[in-house]
C-alpha cells in the first residue's frame, strides 16, 4: 500500500490550498483516512479524518469551519481543502489510512502513512 500526498505550497495568510491523497496497492478496504501535520517544536497532531464507510467526517477543533476533508472513491483519494490558512497552520501534513477502528485523532490507529507535503502559511 502506498499514500502518496501532493497539494503544499506556500501560500499568504487568508489563502486556500487543496491537499490530495492517492493510495494504491490496497487489496483490503480502509476504514478511516485522515490528516495529521507537524511542525519542527510538536508531536503529529490530527487534523481531520474521514470514514470511507458512511462518510463521517471528523476535525480538529482549530480547524473547524476552515478545513474540509472529502473523497473520491472513483479516484482512490482524499482532499484536504484548507480555506482562511493562518501562519500557525504551517507544517508538513500527513495523510493516513486506518484498516480498523479507533480514535480518529490518535497516530497510533494508522497503519500507513505518506511521505508528507510542506504547507507554508506567510503572514
Known amino acids: 500500500v502506498q499514500l502518496q500526498a501532493s497539494g503544499g505550497g506556500l501560500v499568504q495568510a487568508g489563502g486556500s490550498l487543496r491537499l490530495s491523497c492517492t493510495e494504491s496497492?490496497?487489496?483490503?478496504?480502509?476504514?478511516?483516512m485522515g490528516w495529521f501535520r507537524r511542525t519542527p517544536s510538536s508531536e503529529r497532531e490530527s487534523v481531520a479524518a474521514i470514514r470511507l464507510v458512511g462518510g463521517a467526517t471528523y476535525y480538529a477543533d482549530s480547524v473547524k469551519g476552515r478545513f474540509v476533508i472529502s473523497e473520491d472513491n472513483g479516484k482512490n483519494t482524499i482532499y484536504l481543502q484548507m480555506d482562511s490558512l493562518k501562519p500557525e497552520d504551517t507544517a508538513v501534513y500527513y495523510c493516513?489510512?486506518?484498516?480498523?477502528?479507533?480514535?480518529?485523532?490518535?497516530?497510533?490507529?494508522?497503519?500507513?502513512w505518506g511521505q508528507g507535503t510542506q504547507v507554508t502559511v506567510s503572514s
Open positions: 493516513a489510512a486506518a484498516k480498523y477502528g479507533g480514535r480518529w485523532d490518535s497516530v497510533l490507529e494508522y497503519d500507513y
Open positions: 496497492g490496497r487489496a483490503f478496504s480502509f476504514y478511516r
